[in-house]
Nanobody, 123 residues
Framework: VQLVESGGDLVQPGGFLRLSCAAS????????MGWFRQAPGKEREFVAG????????NYADSVKGRFTISRDNANNTVYLQMNSLKPEDTAVYYC?????????????????WGQGTQVTVSS
């Protein structure tokens, strides 16, 4: 399985970005997907998850109402739309593929990880 993130950039506070993660290697539509992030000096944390069908999503409290996770099973891609960005959103963002059909918040359920894309929110 290969996961390739893209879309990270430098953006001003209040701005927006859309991250993409292209997956290959096994049947994408069978597995939940998640986005995680790791800021300098901090542990990696859950951001958002989506079920295999896209019917169920969950979010960290810190991003609820600002971030939206979605997926396109026809094109094996998961997205993270990030609005109203804050400096504390600065981190390397990783997408991950679950071992089942859920979009779990727990990292232990994720079998495969991308290499990460840098998001920097600064004026």
């Amino acid at each position: 399985v290969q996961l390739v993130e893209s879309g990270g950039d430098l953006v001003q506070p209040g701005g927006f970005l859309r991250l993409s993660c292209a997956a290959s290697g096994r049947t994408f539509s069978r597995y939940g997907m998640g986005w995680f992030r790791q800021a300098p000096g901090k542990e990696r944390e859950f951001v958002a998850g989506i079920s295999s069908s896209g019917s169920y999503t969950n979010y960290a409290d810190s991003v609820k109402g600002r971030f939206t996770i979605s997926r396109d099973n026809a094109n094996n891609t998961v997205y993270l739309q990030m609005n109203s960005l804050k400096p504390e959103d600065t981190a390397v963002y990783y997408c991950a593929q679950n071992s089942n059909g859920l979009g779990s918040a727990s990292q232990k359920w994720y079998s495969y990880w991308g290499q990460g894309t840098q998001v920097t929110v600064s004026s």
